[in-house]
């Protein structure tokens, strides 16, 4: 069973310097983790239907949950959620297995 964790960013102060440094800076802590299969970073650009307080969205896939426990409790993982608290605006965090 595949695992996607979702970490949904508010707005930032300065959008350009949260981008360049999300991407510069933060997204390769996560792509050194042991076990991530894939990671990529989005900018909310529309907002079809309902209330959605984010900006930008990153998401990581994992082959199973334990891979992804292994990933998340490791000191890389300690690492990077300490940078990204650092210099991010308010997020919130979601994990979801696939189940079809």
């Given at each position: 069973?595949?695992?996607?964790?979702?970490?949904?960013?508010?707005?930032?102060?300065n959008?350009?310097?949260?981008?360049?440094?999300?991407?510069?800076?933060?997204l390769p802590?996560?792509?050194?983790?042991?076990?991530?299969?894939?990671?990529?970073?989005?900018?909310?650009?529309?907002r079809v239907m309902g209330e959605f307080p984010y900006d930008y969205v990153f998401?990581?896939?994992w082959s199973d949950k334990d891979a992804w426990k292994a990933d998340l409790g490791s000191q890389k993982a300690k690492d990077a959620t300490a940078d990204a608290q650092s210099f991010a605006p308010p997020f919130d965090v979601v994990v979801l297995e696939t189940l079809a």
């Open positions: 069973m595949t695992v996607q964790m979702y970490v949904l960013y508010r707005t930032p102060e959008p350009e310097a949260f981008e360049k440094r999300y991407v510069e800076g933060h802590l996560i792509k050194a983790y042991d076990n991530v299969k894939d990671v990529s970073f989005a900018k909310v650009t529309r998401t990581g896939t």
